[in-house]
T-cell receptor
């Protein structure tokens, strides 16, 4: 148990559906992240939140919409996805205090395996 | 463009031997480099971090080296065991700002056989 919980673990959705992925961290961290992991490709950083403020948005299509209502919760709202969006979506958190050292290691959840039909 | 390469997609070794995984990078000036382990269906788990001014870091059977001149990190698992079988990811962070912006390699899948 890493202290980062993601729900649901698996999600199948049609291209016209709207769904949300949820992430919760119980570690008292200040930074939270969404990563996408597709087969044979490296993890892709999608969004970064530091103290509930979005500090990074790596040219992610607008059909992905993040929300960080507080430092413990992170959502990824999905709508009108494409089949190529099928992937493992990973949430992570870190201390986010800008200190060099083990404070900046990431704690990942187990991910949501998303299939878009 | 920035690039991280891990030497091979898969590595098979015999139990008891030392596994050596390679991470090369280009067009980066990372403040530090991290290694993670990922098991199937799970998120990555942090193993070790090494800073740009450190040459070597050890933790139990794990050893990491970091050569900023060669732009390379080596990750060693000594006395490997079947339980070490997993995918190992290296990640770089330029360390600007208050949050990490790690970029990951594609990973090397290690298989340790009896």
């Amino acid at each position: 148990e890493t202290g980062v919980t993601q729900t649901p673990r698996h999600l199948v959705m049609g291209m016209t559906n709207k769904k949300s992925l949820k992430c919760e961290q119980h570690l008292g961290h200040n930074a939270m992240y969404w990563y996408k992991q597709s087969a044979k490709k490296p993890l892709e950083l999608m969004f970064v939140y530091s103290l509930e403020e979005r500090v990074e948005n790596n040219s992610v299509p607008s059909r992905f919409s993040p929300e960080c209502p507080n430092s413990s919760h992170l959502f990824l709202h999905l709508h009108t996805l494409q089949p190529e969006d099928s992937a493992l979506y990973l949430c992570a958190s870190s201390h986010g205090e800008g200190l060099v050292g083990t404070n900046e290691k990431l704690f990942f959840g187990s991910g949501t395996q998303l299939s878009v039909l | 463009s920035q690039k991280i390469e891990q030497n091979s997609e898969a590595l098979n070794i015999q139990e008891g031997k030392t596994a050596t995984l390679t991470c090369n990078y280009t067009n980066y000036s990372p403040a530090y480099l991290q290694w993670y382990r990922q098991d199937p269906g799970r998120g990555p788990v942090f193993l070790l971090l090494i800073r740009e001014n450190e040459k070597e870091k050890r933790k139990e059977r794990l050893k990491v080296t970091f050569d900023t001149t060669l732009k390379q990190s080596l990750f060693h698992i000594t006395a490997s065991q079947p339980a070490d079988s997993a995918t190992y990811l290296c990640a770089l962070d330029p360390h600007t700002g208050t949050a990490s912006k790690l970029t990951f390699g594609t990973g090397t899948r290690l298989q340790v056989t009896l």
